[in-house]
């Protein structure tokens, strides 16, 4: 099954993070470095890695989007050693927003924004087999709190109906709410929920405190799509602020932002040939959402 790609853009550090994480987190790799020139950012390294076997992906495009706490990842650790272990390597030359401790969902947990602001939740796992190390986990603040029961709705709707979804890709797995006495959170609100698309999992919760962040473009999810049906059907779901689009990129109801993107786009970009990999390039700059005939108009040269 083609699995959602977190995307994660730096500002000139790609490949170091890329190296960090890959070296601390086990059967992790980088598994490819292209470069792009002459794009409105300049040259741009795009670099494709995998953690735990997750794909990853991340690009050096300029200090345009900062990392914030609204989408943070899960790291899930089989012992309490693990977790430390991980969590001061991680916090090195960072910050620490929740130190080591036990709390109550967790015997071992922390939560960090490493060297490069990326926020990171270390967690001993209370699970028998761990299926999936890396969770994506996105916080709903300011204008959209109270939004996420809503988003995993949404979410549902679209992935289990999409070309690529199946009756059974897309569940809620787990779901707390908010009780009275928790102020500033609204009873009834989200307090933790996990959830899957494509048989991923993700995290969501609220929170109504007085946070300084929101989504922002820093962290998308890539939508793999094989066909030109597939990205007009993403792209006609999610979208929801028209002045977001470009190059595959659109931002949702809830801001939280996406590339719809054609699987066959890495191998367009591919290869020795410059002269081809920019006609490529310069056409997928023009676009918003993207034509596949066009892409392989420009990659024929046509």
Known sequence: MRKITPHLWFDKHAKAAAELYTSLIPNSKITNVTTLHNTPSGDCDIVSFELSGQPFMAISAGPLFKFNPSVSFHVKCKTKDEVDSLFNKLSEGGKVLMPLDTYPFSERYGWLEDRYSLSWQVILANEPEIKQRIVPA?????????????????????????????????????????????????????TYAMFSLLGQEFAAMDSAHDHKFAFNEAISFMVPCDLQAEIDYFWQKLSADPNAGQCGWLKDKFGLSWQITPTALGDLLAGTDRDRTARVTQAFLKMKKFDLAALQRAYDGK
């Not at 897309?170 to 609100?189: F, S």
Request: with cysteine; proline share 4%; charged share 20%.
């Open 138 to 190: 996105l916080l709903f603040v300011g204008a959209v709190c109270g939004k996420t029961e809503e988003a995993m709705t949404l979410y549902a709707d679209i992935f289990n109906n999409s070309p690529a979804g199946s009756a059974d890709s897309t569940n809620v797995n787990v779901l707390a709410r908010y009780g009275k006495g928790q102020e500033p959170d609204k009873e009834g609100t989200v």
